[in-house]
């Protein structure tokens, strides 16, 4: 006598696999990220690094105005990003998202430095203190000829180099 089989119901998962409602789910969170794929500037949609076809897909998705075959391509991307990694793009697409509130905050932030820097004596040393990869001394003689600079009535070179040498020391500080 044979052991008995274990039946499967009819259209049910088999063990340990997700169940339909849940891979559909995953399939419209998937087409519901390749709407943003197809929203992005061609700069940042070329920093993905996504493979040719799912790009070539998102370029061919922003020229269909019909309805339906919209839909479809969207289907199909969907489809093609079932074979990449989704959180990677999710993280850049967020970090997209909240990066101009970040880059104004960082913008003011070089503005308020570069006003202590110039008018108060020992703001080189709390620029220094705050961000110790700075080389004190480079900014220091900076400042000094930003200053001689505007009491000369010059146009602001280094004034503008100063500002940059703090945004971009302010820039390489990690975001908190």
Known sequence: ML????????????????????RKRAMHDLQELGEALIVLDPARLAALALPER????IVLA?????HEGRRRQLQYIGRLMRDIDPAPLRAALAEWERGPGIDRARFAAAERWRDRVMLEPEGVA????AHPDTDQAALATLVADARAERTRGSPP?????LFRLLKKRIDATPVQ
Do not use: C, M, N, W
């Open 157 to 161: 070179h280094k004034y503008r180099a």
């Open 62 to 66: 922003r020229t269909i105005t019909q």
């Open 126 to 129: 709390a620029f220094a203190a």
């Open 3 to 22: 052991p008995a089989e274990k039946t499967q119901e009819p259209g049910s998962a088999p063990a340990g696999s997700p169940s339909k409602s849940s």
């Open 54 to 57: 799912l790009t070539d897909a």
